[in-house]
């Protein structure tokens, strides 16, 4: 399958697939079964990509990456994929690969300096502060309760968060906060860079949670009381947080796509060699009828995956928004990368539920994939209002005609 993939991108993935089956893969392997990857193992894998000229690809050359557009490195995502420490290792891991787009696109120069290169290098981390406790701000953004009021030079910040990935971890935030309540609730919020050692930042704690066990990700709740931050740490525009979120989010979710799409790829190569392998009912599983087409239909719909996300890039590589194409791509690659590694465990049996195979781990990750980044009812809901307001009054009434 060639995907009309530009030569850097076929370049850059195989490169990519080299690292993983050189490096990373070897790596896991041997890691204690349950246990949780150190940070000196990342870093090492992390002087590795740079050897190999594959760390930070998306990033501009300047602020420490290589340089290449979305639709160059998404081959190279899916590569990263296949090994929960795939992506960590090439610096393409969320929350960083968005919060570090985020600084790029609409960070001050000074800000770059601070936050952006550091980030780059791996000498810090972040993490993105926008989900809220019931009632507030979730899948609909507009519900958002914690604000920012100015006061002199400062900014004051009150407000309740959770679900804050690697909060409990980070060197910066990235706050999104209320700063006009006469605004329309889709715009009049901001982003706001905090460091959680500020006065009135609380890390209440992280949550326990369904997730992989090898890479030890945490979801931090987050409480901040009167949490005063200076007029330079304002990220962006003013009363513009939720344009810059959309800006972070479309390309994040296509990343988060084809990074799930390889973690599927590889759970159904172990479960074809799995089958090969093993025999039951007097003859090899691999030869059952059934379960070669459990196989085929995942792999067809991983195939339809992997298109919609290229043609969802290429709008946004125009300059288009691309909200629907990028909807479509994300729920529908959250349930096929699930339905998938579902299908792999199963076949595996045993082997599918230990912690000798990475299959478990990719189980627990990628059910959170249909809820994190919007879950699958809100991108449903875009793209089901996006085909009805598609229809005039004249094609509706001939289709209500044509019911009839």
């Known amino acids: 399958m060639e995907y009309n993939d530009s030569e850097t991108a076929r370049e850059l993935a195989e490169r990519a697939r080299a690292f993983m089956d050189e490096e990373v893969l070897p790596t896991e392997r041997a890691l204690p079964a349950g246990e949780p990857v150190s940070e000196e193992t990342i870093a090492d894998l992390r002087g590795e990509a740079r050897e190999r000229d594959l760390y930070a690809p998306q990033i501009p050359e300047e602020h420490g990456g290589m340089g290449r557009d979305l639709r160059d490195v998404l081959p190279l995502f899916e590569q990263a994929g296949r090994s929960l420490l795939g992506a960590p290792a090439m610096r393409v891991d969320a929350p960083d690969e968005g919060n570090m787009h985020t600084l790029e696109l609409v960070g001050t120069d000074e800000q770059k300096a601070e936050y952006l290169d550091p980030l780059v290098a791996g000498?810090?981390?972040?993490?993105?502060?926008?989900?809220?406790p019931l009632q507030g701000g979730g899948s609909d953004p507009k519900m958002?309760?914690?604000?920012?009021?100015?006061?002199?030079?400062?900014?004051?910040i009150n407000g309740h968060k959770w679900w804050t990935t690697q909060g409990s971890a980070a060197d910066v935030l990235l706050v999104m906060a209320r700063t006009n309540q006469e605004a329309h609730p889709y715009s009049g919020c901001s982003f706001f860079l905090v460091s959680p050692g500020m006065d009135g930042v609380e890390i209440v704690r992280d949550i326990p949670h369904v997730g992989p066990s090898m890479v030890g990700e945490g979801h931090a709740e987050i409480k901040y009381d009167d949490v005063r931050v200076p007029e330079e740490n304002l990220l962006g525009g003013r009363d513009q947080g939720f344009q810059h979120a959309q800006q972070r989010l479309g390309p994040a979710r296509l990343t988060h796509c084809m990074r799930f799409t390889g973690m599927a790829t590889r759970a159904l190569e172990i479960t074809k060699a799995y089958l090969d392998e093993r025999k039951g009912f007097d003859s090899r599983l691999s030869e059952k009828q059934a379960l070669r087409y459990e196989i085929a239909e995942?792999?067809?719909r991983l195939h339809a995956v992997r298109t919609m996300v290229r043609d969802a890039a290429d709008k946004i590589a125009v300059g288009e928004e691309a909200r629907v194409e990028v909807g479509m791509s994300k729920v529908f690659a959250a349930n096929v990368t699930?339905?998938?590694?579902?299908?792999?465990?199963q076949l595996c049996g045993g082997n599918?539920?230990?912690?000798?195979l990475p299959i478990a781990d990719f189980y627990e990750a990628v059910r959170s994939f249909r809820i994190v980044d919007g879950a699958d009812e809100v991108h449903k809901r875009v793209i089901?209002?996006?085909?009805?307001?598609?229809?005039?009054e004249a094609e509706l009434e001939t289709l209500t005609r044509y019911g009839e």
Do not use: C, P
Not at 124 to 131: K, L, P, R, Y
Not at 144 to 153: S, V
Not at 338 to 345: N, R, S, V, W, Y
């Open 352 to 356: 599918g539920i230990g912690r000798d």
């Open 298 to 300: 995942a792999e067809t």
């Open 123 to 132: 000498e810090i981390s972040s993490g993105f502060s926008m989900t809220e």
């Open 144 to 156: 958002l309760r914690t604000t920012a009021e100015k006061d002199g030079d400062e900014w004051v």
């Open 338 to 345: 699930q339905e998938a590694i579902d299908t792999a465990l």
């Open 384 to 392: 089901a209002r996006n085909a009805f307001e598609d229809l005039d």
